[in-house]
């Protein structure tokens, strides 16, 4: 009969509070310079000139199709190499997840866009605005609002994905439990512990998202088909 | 629902699952030699981890190594085959515990270690702490470390992680799961300085071709040891026999020389593993 | 940068790379099958009246929809050997950790899919004379699938990728090979471009296709 002990677990307890914020500070990071990044593909692959779509398609078909741990390797251990640059484990995760983030971001951007009348863009259009002024006017604000479900489930998933820099030596919740159960030698109590914590976090997240997606559909955008 | 439902559903789920898929239950009764024979093999923990452990990429078998050699002849003598499980230096305890390997080489005994597991009385073999480090970081001693300036790095749990957090706290300590990555952050530049016993760094300043080897003061020069399930006196007598029957035939040293040959080293060039050959 | 590149040790070693791309189909064939019949039960549990079933099926989703699957494999490795007396390989708990979670995201698209479709048919085919389960199978269903092929075709897409996480527990699939080749080596960016592209020329046509089926379908409605 296995002889349960979460004694240990929680005196050190400190460890996995820091490896949670550390998991907060790399999701908010990547957030926050994958959605530019991601509008800024998106736009670039909307745009009638070729040398400016096709690149940008590139870039977003090759960060949806490659697995992200390939490209954390690949960010981890490769890129300092090739570009001689110093970068800490926390510079290096935050890049792999901003551009990884972004090209998911891009087509969540595209579809948003897309879908706004073609009417509205002619319209702007016909009222004098410039190309660049009805994106920014008329369709963007309409397609934001549409996209935010999406947005915030790509947030989510982003959340789940930072967990692989356990696996390199950024100390996120994961490689802390990883350091805690090696310590220890608790890994049943440790990884249940961390599991739940995780859990309760994304749960929480989710549910925030559910409210927002009700309330827009109640103010007549729905996302639900 | 509570969440102690939700975990007993996640138990239930998992175990249902687990029932499905082909099961090979564990030995449960007698002791690791008795299990060993029942089985047929030995199973040893290995992790890549040149001069001790390597796979061989073209066979996907882990052919080479200190402790391939010391695991086969063990093997042989108890009559049954070697079996390798792949783990890393901090799972390795956990992996005996859960009753995946039999035994982990060249893992030091530490007091901590020893409440989870056993070690045998006879030392495998005998090695020195070092680092790798950029050819223009001075390093004499381990005070040279010890500045939040330098980064190095080390594979978690090992005894080189406990040495470097306990002595040179203050610099910028990055854990890795095994040698490989450790040693791959410094080639990326993301560390100034790893830390491994001089064997490995050995290997790994050969194929690098850069960097130097320096064994800071106070020398760190300690024992290697294996860790065991605990409270099991057979199997524990019969890994400290063979230890100091190969140590004093000098077999550990020639199979050790053997492995650097293989790699292109040259064994008079590199410190001994044996403490008697200083 | 002074690298010696080494592209050679990387296609010197095709038996390595061979030996990862069958792991990685394996496993992907494995979590595929589990995950999308199990998928199919827990959709269907989701969708039933009865609080017995409805209720665990619900507490499945949520609780392996919001854990990361990372986390669940190194939890089935580690941990749930602690409890249970028989030995979990490092493929068992990957597709254990791979499979509950696509099951999981695969029962609500299962879910969405049968709810989607309207009342009229349900009542059509009542009218004449079919009983529930033969409604379900003969007139619901196949329109339900008609519409999920989308969405479960990325799902497949995504298990292809989670394969990598197999290597945490050092699985023999393509990503580990490309770690012991950039060990034994030093070619970390040799050997990690060749990997991503690997997976990117298979997996891309593999994308297009499912563009163009998800179009066919529409086109059909």
Redesign the interface.
């Known amino acids: 009969m296995y002889q349960w002990d979460f004694a240990p677990v929680l005196a050190n307890s400190g460890m996995l509070a820091a490896g949670l914020v550390n998991t907060l500070k790399l999701t908010a990071t990547a957030l926050a310079f994958g959605v530019p990044l991601g509008l800024g593909l998106a736009l670039l692959r909307l745009s009638r000139f070729r040398l400016l779509s096709l690149p940008a398609g590139f870039v977003v078909e090759f960060f949806r199709t490659t697995p992200p741990l390939v490209q954390l390797f690949w960010f981890f251990f490769a890129l300092p190499i090739l570009i001689s640059v110093e970068m800490t484990p926390f510079v290096a995760a935050a890049i792999t997840f901003s551009i990884q983030s972004s090209a998911f971001f891009a087509e969540v951007f595209r579809a948003g866009i897309v879908s706004i009348d073609r009417g509205q863009s002619e319209a702007a259009r016909a009222l004098g605005m410039s190309g660049a002024q009805a994106m920014r006017r008329v369709v963007l604000p309409q397609a934001v609002k549409r996209m935010i479900p999406a947005f915030m489930e790509r947030s989510i998933e982003l959340m789940k994905t930072t967990t692989l820099v356990a696996t390199v030596s950024y100390a996120d919740l994961l490689f802390q439990a990883n350091e805690l159960a090696q310590k220890t030698f608790r890994p049943l109590e440790v990884f249940t512990v961390t599991a739940l914590i995780y859990f309760v976090v994304i749960y929480a997240a989710s549910l925030v998202v559910h409210r927002v997606e009700r309330r827009l559909a109640t103010s007549g955008e729905t996302t639900v088909h | 629902m509570t969440l102690d439902r939700r975990a007993a559903l996640n138990g239930i789920a998992a175990s249902t699952l687990a029932l499905a898929l082909p099961i090979t239950a564990r030995a449960q009764a007698g002791g690791t030699l008795d299990q060993i024979k029942q089985r047929g093999s030995l199973r040893i923990g290995v992790t890549q981890a040149p001069p001790w452990f390597s796979k061989d990429p073209k066979t996907g078998e882990w052919s080479s190594g200190f402790g391939i050699s010391m695991g086969k002849a063990m093997a042989s003598e108890l009559g049954v085959k070697l079996e390798t499980v792949e783990v890393t230096w901090g799972t390795s305890i956990a992996a005996l515990q859960a009753n995946k390997i039999d035994i982990m080489f060249m893992l030091d005994a530490t007091p901590e270690r020893a409440q989870a597991v056993d070690f045998p009385q006879t030392p495998l073999l005998y090695y020195s702490l070092a680092v790798l480090a950029r050819d223009d970081l001075p390093v004499v001693q381990w005070s040279d470390l010890n500045k939040p300036s330098v980064r190095i790095a080390v594979p978690q749990a090992s005894s080189m992680d406990k040495f470097v957090t306990e002595n040179t706290p203050n610099a910028t300590i990055q854990r890795f799961p095994g040698n490989a990555e450790a040693i791959a952050a410094f080639q990326a530049g993301r560390a100034d300085a790893v830390c491994l016993f001089h064997p490995p760094l050995l290997v790994a300043r050969k194929t690098l071709g850069t960097g130097k080897i320096v064994v800071p003061k106070p020398a760190k020069f300690q024992a290697s040891s294996a860790a065991l399930r605990k409270d099991d006196k057979p199997f524990r007598d019969f890994v400290d026999n063979t230890f100091a029957t190969h140590y004093k035939s000098g077999q550990t040293q020639k199979w050790y020389e053997e492995f650097l040959t293989s790699f292109g080293l040259d064994p008079k060039a590199s410190p001994p593993v044996m403490k008697e050959m200083l | 940068?002074?690298?010696?590149w080494n592209f050679d040790a990387v296609w010197a070693?095709p038996?390595?790379l061979l030996?990862g791309a069958a792991g990685t189909l394996r496993i992907f064939a494995i979590c595929l099958v589990?995950g999308l019949s199990?998928g199919l039960l827990v959709g269907l549990g989701r969708y039933s009246k009865r609080k017995r079933i409805y209720?665990?099926a619900s507490?499945?989703v949520?609780?392996f929809?919001?854990?990361?699957?990372?986390?669940?494999i190194?939890?089935?490795y580690?941990?749930?050997?602690?409890?249970?007396?028989?030995?979990?390989?490092?493929l068992?708990a990957a597709?254990?950790g791979i499979?509950?979670n696509s099951a999981a995201f695969s029962g609500e698209i299962f879910r969405g899919g049968i709810q989607s479709l309207e009342r009229g048919q349900w009542e059509g085919a009542q009218a004449l004379g079919m009983t529930q389960g033969q409604t379900m199978r003969r007139v619901i269903l196949p329109q339900a699938i008609k519409r999920m092929l989308p969405a479960l075709t990325n799902r497949a897409?995504e298990i292809f990728?989670?394969?990598?996480?197999a290597?945490?527990v050092?699985y023999?699939e393509l990503?580990q090979?490309?770690?012991?080749?950039?060990?034994?080596?030093?070619n970390?960016?040799e050997a990690?471009?060749v990997?991503?592209l690997l997976?990117?020329v298979f997996?891309?046509p593999l994308?297009q296709a499912t563009y163009v089926l998800e179009r066919r379908l529409r086109q059909g409605d």
């Open positions: 940068m002074n690298h010696r070693n038996e390595a030996a589990l199990l209720l665990p507490a499945f949520e609780f929809r919001n854990t990361p699957v990372l986390v669940q190194l939890w089935f580690f941990a749930l050997p602690m409890l249970l007396p028989f030995e979990i390989s490092p068992m597709a254990l499979s509950l897409i990728k989670m394969s990598t996480l290597s945490a050092a023999v990503l090979q490309g770690k012991l080749i950039a060990s034994i080596h030093y970390p960016i990690y471009t990997i991503a997976f990117f997996l891309y994308v």
